[in-house]
């Protein structure tokens, strides 16, 4: 099976995603500096265009800690050690690419940037059909939220040199066998190219 060749993607129906973009989570990643650029070019880009910018940070509140079972392997350790408050500094996006007005602002509790949020109800009120993927990590919320955005019928596309991981044979693993049978990768420059067609 093949998936159909892009040439084009409408920007008023197109969403780029910043995800996970947080000052706890971006100090932890070599090299963020350069990342944090292209995202921001990426970002500059799909709002000249037209699209729509969303950011989706993990944060919790006393409640949604109590909320976190001993059984999930990924957050539990958050809930011990009381990580992750939604009103601490490190859960706040990097100001480097901060949200501007209009832009779509979601809170999760989980891996994935789309089912512990309203953001699928706002993409859907605003006509979005697709998805431009930026995130950390790509083994974390790049990888749950393309698979839950794929099986919602968005068209997906992960941008491989916006995303980073702190596993580099994992990250180039689902670049280049697992994203690919669900979406299309591209880069900053494809993206740029899709905006606007010649």
Known sequence: MTTPTLTAIDPKR???LAMDFQNGIVASIPGSDAL???V???I???RTAGGTIGYVRVAFTEEDWDAVPETNKTFSGVVAARMLHHEDATTRIDERIAPQDGDLVVRKVRVGGIHTTTLHRQLTDRGIDT???TGLSTNGVV???????ADRDYRVLVVSDCVAD???ELHEVLLNKVFPSRGHVIDTAELKRLLSPA
Not at 143 to 149: E, F, P, Q, R, Y
């Open 143 to 149: 990888l749950s939220t393309l698979l839950d955005a």
């Open 44 to 46: 500059a880009d799909v």
């Open 36 to 38: 944090i650029e292209r």
């Open 131 to 133: 998805l431009v993927l």
């Open 166 to 168: 702190h596993d580099a």
């Open 14 to 16: 197109t969403a780029l």
């Open 40 to 42: 921001k070019g990426a």
